[in-house]
């Protein structure tokens, strides 16, 4: 149970990071949308390190 949960949040990690990624890399990067992106990114960083 705890495996797959961590599997799912190593896969919401790596998503929120291409999305990241995407935000960053385009023309006009909205700076509020990778604020956020990166502050579900830590939350759920924190997450993981707790298990």
């Known amino acids: 149970m705890v495996s797959s949960h961590v599997s ?13 990624r995407e935000e960053m890399n385009r023309p006009a990067p909205d700076d509020a949308t990778i604020q956020m992106l990166k502050k579900r990114k830590l939350r759920i960083k924190e997450e993981l390190s707790a298990h």
Request: net charge positive; charged share 25%; proline share 0%.
């Open 8 to 20: 799912a949040l190593k896969s919401k990690h790596a998503n929120i990071e291409a999305q990241l």
